[in-house]
């Protein structure tokens, strides 16, 4: 008996070709839709068995956040996560997010309609050396590269924290020394510090950093770091 679901990539063509093979294989395609990240309306709309989740990038903050949704709304679908092959901490975000399967994109039509048929029986389907590597890298953490806003801001003294916040907002030497009640020439000094820690060449450039790092997300949590 063919599989009723709903096919869902970050490519509609793709969305489409697959659905038109599932329906020459005698699955009942409920709607091919694009891009994945509205698969949870979709699927929340049609109430399908399976819903075959292509994603492009299953690394990416909250790639998997459709999933979460389609679970805690429709929890009987069951989500077969179509994808490049992931970092081990990829695959278990799927999981994590309540998949019921993973399967690489290169993968022929017939391991994708396996995984289907697993999948609405209830089963895992996913490769073993895809669920090895998952479980090793979850037993196995590797260790977290240091915060880079972090370690900006472990240079700066909190003076100088406030002269990069001022920078940032294009203060020029005269409104930063007004602001923070010191001689215009302190304030020089203050600017010239903060660029040589930063190890940039203008003001510019030290605001760009800033923004980039996430440093002044940091440093202001919604008002000036006090000095």
């Keep these: 008996m063919g599989v009723r679901l709903v096919v869902v990539d970050d490519h509609r063509l793709l969305a489409e070709a697959l659905a038109s093979a599932l329906k020459l294989r005698g699955h009942r395609v409920l ?16 109430a399908p068995e399976v819903c075959l989740f292509g994603t492009a990038a299953p690394a990416a903050p ?14 009987q679908v069951a989500v077969v996560v179509l994808g490049p092959v992931p970092s081990p901490r990829g695959i278990a975000a799927a999981f994590a997010a309540g998949a019921s399967g993973y399967v690489r994109h290169d993968e022929r039509i017939e391991g994708v309609e396996r995984a289907l048929l697993k999948a609405r029986a209830g089963e895992v389907a ?8 998952a479980f090793a890298e979850l037993l196995n953490p590797a260790a977290q590269p240091d915060d880079e806003a972090q370690r900006l801001l472990r240079l700066l003294t909190h003076r100088e924290v406030e002269v990069l916040v001022r920078v940032a907002e294009g203060e020029d030497t005269r409104l930063i020394a007004a602001g923070m009640g010191i ?3 302190t304030a020089r000094t203050h600017v010239q510090r903060v660029l040589m ?3 940039v060449g203008s003001r510019l450039e030290a605001a760009a950093l800033a923004a980039r790092t996430g440093l002044l997300d940091r440093a202001v949590p919604g008002q000036r770091r006090p000095y």
């Design 31 to 46: 709607a091919a839709a694009a891009p994945a990240a509205g698969a949870a309306e979709v699927v929340v709309g049609r």
């Design 62 to 75: 909250g790639a998997f956040e459709p999933v979460a949704r389609i679970k805690r709304e429709r929890p």
């Design 126 to 133: 996913v490769a073993p050396q895809l669920l090895a590597g």
């Design 183 to 185: 001689a215009p020439s």
């Design 197 to 199: 820690k930063l190890g």
